[in-house]
């Protein structure tokens, strides 16, 4: 059975511990450097317009502005300037600042950073291996840049990691209603209802997966990109159910798991459908949203509700259309097979101004990914494999599952020649990380259900140093490369002795 760790407060602390490092290094300076760099320029505005208007608006020339990205995550950047006005009594415009656009990334930075080590404490049983997860996560380039700038990409990757450790959590939580019912006496293996757990609204309802389905709708919500991971996660739910009832011994399991559990996960994929409408209430409650009355405007007919929801529809495939013909050349694009090898990172910021003690100066915050953690995912992936199929293991394969949702889609749109960019691949590194604490822990432990013996102790504390300065040689790396994942004046010759590979990286 799962291991249980929601009332040991020793690793509540060290995941507090690791949560503070991560807000630490995500909210010091957050307002440097100055001004809306990269992508902010569209995300920053539009969220301030949202404000005002409840849609995304030009404000250049005041009218409707058309765009093509759900709502949720440039109303989570709302949200936070919003706050922030609050807090600190400014006005309207005065609260417009990078502060303002940029804490909510941050907040979602921290948080994913928690929600990672205690998901792998709960996947791993280890409060050793929760805490490096969540450690390599808040020490990761892309995550850290990206949890200090007003993109939608980290609140993709919230909401993703969040629908996987409400799966997690189900599957915990289903296999403990099977327990309870074997331990009342009873036999799966019989025919009927008799031979399955009673209902009640407390255990018999699948909370956490409805939970799921509402996270789900809201990362999709922020990028339809979320689409990618949704078979995966209904893959992993139905498949964990029907393993629940084997363990328990159900005759038949995938048909019992086919009749008593269809009806949930139509409702949790309800929920995903209603959810992803809901982010889209401040269009729904407008007149002056993009084609919010398309029908109308054509002089079509255009009914209550309905005609609402065609509306949306219609500026759904205008908006796919425009993601189709992307094709248009970037200085900082890149292709999926170059992302874990960090073959094109993005440069949000560059400068040459400011004092740095030296006759040429540099300031950069470039979107890459800690070098020593991600060249040592391409080693990791294989050897979790490796291990999972060795060990019959149950979480390797939601872990390379969660890879390949977040890396191999990609790849078809590399085919048709569609611009991409490194911090596609961001709703991926959560699942990158477990692999290698999965690999970590693979080399600190002998396969599950083999009895310890004399070579036990010295395995897990040669494996205890391998993952201690692996973690340290993250840990230094990352800090290394510090200046120019914050924008920091350094001379530049400081700055072209960081640029490891060359051209690939200026």
Known sequence: MPFDARLDPYSWLAAGVITLIAAVLRLVNLSHPSGKIFDEVYYADEAHSMLQHGVEWDLENDTPKYVVHPPLGKWCIALG??????????????????????????VAGIVSVLMLTRIARRMFGSTTLGCAAGLLLALDGMHFVLSRTALLDIFLMLFVLATFGCLVLDRDARRRRWLRHLESGADPSRPGRAS?????????????????????????????????????????????????RRSAGV???????????????????????????ATWTGWFLSDDGYFRHYLADSRWSEPPVIGA?????????EALKFHNQLTEKHTYQSEPWQWLLLGRPVAFHWSTDGACGAANCASEVLLLGTPVLWWSFLLAIPLMIWFGIARRDWRMPPIALGIAAGILPWFYFALENRTMFYFYALPAVPFLILAVVYVLGALMTPPPGRAPDATAADRRAVGAIVASGYVLAVALCFAYFYPIYTGQVIPYSDWLARMWLGRLWV
Not at 83 to 105: C, M, N, P
Not at 218 to 238: D, R
Not at 251 to 258: A, F, G, H, I, K
Not at 309 to 317: A, F, I, P
Request: glycine residues 8%.
């Open 251 to 277: 005759r038949r399991p995938w048909l019992d798991t086919v009749l008593d559990e269809t009806g949930w996960f139509l409702l949790s994929g309800l929920l995903t459908i209603l959810t992803y409408l």
């Open 81 to 106: 300037e919003w706050l922030y006005r609050v807090v600190t009594q400014k006005s309207f415009d005065a609260a417009h600042t990078e502060f303002g656009w940029r804490i909510s990334a941050a």
């Open 309 to 317: 929801l065609l509306n949306l529809l219609h500026y759904h495939q």
């Open 196 to 244: 399955r757990p009673g209902f009640d609204w407390r255990t018999g309802v699948p909370w956490w997966r409805l939970a799921a389905g509402v996270f789900a709708g809201c990362a999709v919500g922020v990028k339809w990109s979320a689409a990618f991971f949704l078979p995966v996660f209904f893959t992993l739910a139905f498949v964990w159910e029907v393993r629940a």
